[in-house]
């Protein structure tokens, strides 16, 4: 059986995006519920793409989809706790970014962690195109240093 990578830690990304809990983020059981960590993850890479001018949300010709996601959980997070989610990108394609991210809450080690993968589209016919130069400029300034394998 495999051990389970410890949980990534604060310093690992490059840039973070603070994210409001609300109370209907709470489940029955007192803490956010996994899906509300899909809607952080979505939220922080839409924002640092609307926020750059790559991404317009009702214009422009090239838009990204979400082609894969996945999360591991460590711990729990709960309302009114503030979030912030970390964003790396851990592998760039001709029309794809892989993006790595990571919720913390107070601790410096995350409580969640996961990856997003976006693919750029033409709005139009919904076809994979090549990234824009500058989105990729930008994405390249997010790439995850790799630590040596031991």
């Known amino acids: 059986m495999n051990e389970r990578a410890p949980p990534a830690r604060r310093d690992e990304f490059p ?15 007192g803490h956010i519920n996994n899906v509300q960590y899909y809607a952080f993850f979505d939220t922080a890479v839409t924002r640092w793409l609307v926020e750059r001018g790559f991404l317009h949300i ?4 090239v838009v990204c989809f979400v ?60 076809r994979p195109v090549p990234m824009p130069a500058a989105l990729r400029a930008a ?3 997010l790439m995850a240093a790799r630590p040596e394998a031991v």
């Open 15 to 29: 840039h973070h995006s603070p994210i409001t809990t609300r109370w209907a983020d709470n489940d029955a059981f």
């Open 67 to 126: 082609a894969e996601t996945g999360c591991r959980y460590f711990r729990p997070l709960a309302f009114p706790e503030p979030v912030s989610v970390g964003m790396r990108v851990a592998r760039l394609g001709t029309s794809s970014i892989r993006y790595e991210l990571a919720v913390f809450g107070a601790a410096d080690e995350a409580a969640a962690q996961g990856h997003f993968t976006h693919v750029t589209v033409n709005r139009a016919s919904g």
């Open 58 to 61: 009702t214009e422009g010709e």
């Open 139 to 141: 994405a390249e300034g």
